[in-house]
T-cell receptor, first 113, second 113 residues
């Protein structure tokens, strides 16, 4: 079993819909929780991060962490065609060697006009 | 516009050949990561460096892969000999210190026939 599980999709929604993307994890030591967005044939780019449990909002994006359930979510409000991409969750624990990220496999999202 | 650069963008080679991928981290970043991305496994950390010193290469097949940082502006990942199962997209990312924010390059798409 992988440390981080993510539904690969693909997920197709109409423009303007609310999108919910989720990951579960098994390592209770994870402290930082991140969402990366990856467009086709590009490298991932950091979208949002949260430390420990709670919510964080940035414009149309909300990241949510529930450490008791080992479950994280990314919500996208008023989705746009430009949001079509693969979304990767990532998690890390700070060790003596620094922050090593463990990624989910990504959820492919398509927002249709 | 600071960004991570990688060369080549695409590489097709025959089994048994040597492959060298290069990465130029963002100027001033002292941590460099090498990842491999496949559909099945997602993003896997192969190795990372801080201040040019290798900190962890446990994700890398030691018999055929090697990673180096000849200087602060160049990181290399070498595969010798290459095998079809090495076909993947290889990403380099850079960051600062022990911070979790990583900035990814555009990747090298490797196909081994």
């Amino acid at each position: 079993q992988k440390e981080v599980e993510q539904d690969p999709g693909p997920l197709s929604v109409p423009e303007g819909a609310i999108v919910s993307l989720n990951c579960t994890y098994s390592n209770s030591a994870f402290q930082y929780f991140m969402w990366y967005r990856q467009y086709s044939r590009k490298g991932p780019e950091l979208l949002m991060y949260t430390y420990s449990s709670g919510n964080k909002e940035d414009g149309r994006f909300t990241a949510q962490v529930d450490k008791s359930s080992k479950y994280i979510s990314l919500f996208i409000r008023d989705s746009q065609p430009s949001d079509s991409a693969t979304y990767l969750c990532a998690m890390s624990v700070l060790t003596g060697g620094g922050n090593k990220l463990t990624f989910g496999t990504g959820t492919q999202l398509k927002v249709e006009l | 516009d600071a960004r991570v650069t990688q060369t080549p963008r695409d590489k097709v080679t025959e089994m048994g050949q040597e492959v060298t991928m290069r990465c130029q981290p963002i100027l001033g970043h002292n941590t460099v990561f090498w990842y491999r991305q496949t559909m099945m496994q997602g993003l896997e950390l192969l190795a990372y460096f801080r201040n040019r010193a290798p900190l962890d290469d446990s994700g890398m097949p030691k018999d055929r892969f090697s990673a180096e940082m000849p200087d602060a502006t160049l990181a290399t990942l070498k595969i010798q000999p290459s095998e079809p199962r090495d076909s993947a997209v290889y990403f380099c990312a850079s960051g600062l210190g022990t911070g979790f924010e990583q900035y990814f390059g555009p990747g090298t798409r490797l196909t081994v026939t």
